[in-house]
């Protein structure tokens, strides 16, 4: 069984600056691709980035490419969301994921955490 549990999300001003943690547990010993996804009220999942466990090239959404950046600390287990100059349409609820491949797609990750709340005010 595989966990992950976000972390540090909140309020921000436009413009401003946020980093989400997202920590997994359980079958670690197994090194899952990490992607964040995330959802705005009524609208569809979307990916925003992803980062394999071997590699220092993540991949991102275009919507967020120069802004945010994905990184992973191996030794903690925890992949961060670094997110600046943020916009009011960042607001979402975000997710990370972990799956056995790199993919933008949702259906490819197999174990997702609970989410945590971005809300970006203008």
């Known amino acids: 069984q595989v966990q992950l549990v976000e972390s540090g999300g909140g309020l921000v001003q436009a413009g401003g600056s946020l980093t989400l943690s997202c920590t997994i547990s359980?079958?670690?010993?197994?090194?899952?691709?990490m992607a964040w996804f995330r959802q705005a009220t009524a609208k569809e999942r979307e990916f925003v980035g992803v980062?394999?466990?071997?590699?220092?090239?993540?991949y991102y959404a275009n919507s967020v490419k120069g802004r945010f950046t994905i990184s992973r600390d191996n030794a903690k287990n925890t992949v961060y969301l670094q997110m600046k100059s943020l916009k009011p349409d960042d607001t979402a609820v975000y997710y990370c994921?972990?799956?056995?491949?790199?993919?933008?797609?949702?259906?490819?990750?197999?174990?997702w955490g609970q989410g945590t709340q971005v809300i970006v005010s203008s």
């Open positions: 359980g079958r670690t010993s197994i090194t899952y691709p």
């Open positions: 994921a972990a799956g056995l491949e790199v993919s933008n797609e949702a259906r490819a990750y197999d174990y």
């Open positions: 980062i394999a466990w071997d590699d220092d090239n993540p």
